[in-house]
């Protein structure tokens, strides 16, 4: 059962930008935080972005001003600007949450979307 929804992956020119959704596809009984990590070829997951339900951000330093994440309700986008060939990855919504009260938290994973930024 798909758990999280990603959408708005493609190809893009150096400079461009791209703006990736989201959507949480089932119920949850609560959701401590919802980030974006992403994973280029031979390399580890990494975490881009983060937001918690309180409405705190981070960021990694290497997209830190060039992208922004945001929430509304149980959607989360990844608004990626001034994109680099280096940001060339596989996308992955990541959920960190409960489905029922007597659920141990757990990470929930997207099925993730490919961005790739052409030099």
């Known amino acids: 059962q798909v758990q999280l929804v990603e959408s708005g992956g493609g190809l893009v020119q150096a400079g461009g930008s791209l703006r990736l959704s989201c959507a949480v596809a089932v119920l949850f009984f609560d959701i401590n935080a919802m980030s974006w990590y992403r994973q280029a070829p031979g390399k580890q997951r990494e975490l881009v972005a983060a937001?918690?339900?309180?409405?705190s951000t981070d960021y990694a330093d290497s997209v830190k001003g060039r992208f922004t994440i945001s929430r509304d309700k149980n959607t989360i986008f990844l608004q990626m600007n001034s994109l680099k060939p280096e940001d060339t990855a596989v996308y992955y919504c990541n959920a960190l949450g409960r489905r029922t009260i007597l659920s141990s938290m757990r990470d929930y994973w997207g099925q993730g979307t490919q961005v790739t930024v052409s030099s």
């Open positions: 937001v918690t339900s309180g409405g």
